[in-house]
Nanobody, 123 residues
Framework: VQLQASGGGLVQAGGSLSLSCVGS????????MGWFRQAPGKEREFVAA????????YYGNSVKGRFTISRDNAKNTAYLAMNSLQPVDTAVYYC?????????????????WGQGTQVTVSS
């Protein structure tokens, strides 16, 4: 089982980035997907989660209205579109899969994790 996150990089404040998370070795469509982030010296923070069908979505308060989570089950891929990025959004972003199928804000409920992709927002 593997989750491969990509799309991170360096962007100026106010800019945008799109992250992708490709699953292999399991059927991503059977799992809820989540995105979390962790900045240096801070705990892992919930960013967004989406149900198997995409019908239920949750966002962390700090990203609501700026980030959009989506998925393409045919491509075994989840996405995170990030707009209006700010320096406080700088972190390593992780995607995760929850085989219990419900989208959760709790990282301990996720079964599989990607390796993380660095997002750096300069002021």
């Amino acid at each position: 089982v593997q989750l491969q996150a990509s799309g991170g990089g360096l962007v100026q404040a106010g800019g945008s980035l799109s992250l992708s998370c490709v699953g292999s070795g399991f059927t991503l469509s059977n799992s809820a997907m989540g995105w979390f982030r962790q900045a240096p010296g801070k705990e892992r923070e919930f960013v967004a989660a989406i149900s198997r069908s995409g019908g239920t979505i949750y966002y962390g308060n700090s990203v609501k209205g700026r980030f959009t989570i989506s998925r393409d089950n045919a491509k075994n891929t989840a996405y995170l579109a990030m707009n209006s990025l700010q320096p406080v959004d700088t972190a390593v972003y992780y995607c995760a899969a929850n085989e219990r199928s419900y989208p959760s804000t709790n990282p301990t409920t996720y079964d599989y994790w990607g390796q993380g992709t660095q997002v750096t927002v300069s002021s």
